[in-house]
Nanobody, 122 residues
Framework: QVQLKESGGGLVQPGGSLTLSCVISGFTEDYWAIGWFRQVPGKAREGVICSSRDGITYYLDSVKGRFTMSRDNSKSTVYLQMNSLNLEDAAFYC?????????????????WGQGTQVIVSS
């Protein structure tokens, strides 16, 4: 059974940095993508960024130059590095897997992790 487990959320001051982790288990395919999505109360979930072996795809212009992703295959872990965080980045972040390439459509991803909360506040 494929599972994703996120961690690393928490409270950070505006301008600060935070790294979210997604530990992946239960599958052996070698061509897959991990997307990060976020949601705030009252708004639809939005795609943020995705990584596959093809590279990184940004779905939000506002995070370009501030967010990036990396992988540690030895730990089956994908990271979302977030720098220069601002109040608009505060949200509930979830990761999700898609076989092969990235997609901006959240329905293309399965399964999803349980998510982690990011709070940006002074």
């Amino acid at each position: 059974q494929v599972q994703l487990k996120e961690s690393g959320g928490g409270l950070v001051q505006p301008g600060g940095s935070l790294t979210l982790s997604c530990v992946i288990s239960g599958f052996t395919e070698d061509y897959w993508a991990i997307g990060w999505f976020r949601q705030v109360p009252g708004k639809a979930r939005e795609g943020v960024i995705c990584s596959s072996r093809d590279g990184i795809t940004y779905y939000l212009d506002s995070v370009k130059g501030r967010f990036t992703m990396s992988r540690d295959n030895s730990k089956s872990t994908v990271y979302l590095q977030m720098n220069s965080l601002n109040l608009e980045d505060a949200a509930f972040y979830c990761s999700a897997r898609r076989l092969r390439r990235c997609s901006g459509t959240e329905n293309a991803y399965r399964p999803w992790g349980q998510g982690t909360q990011v709070i940006v506040s002074s």
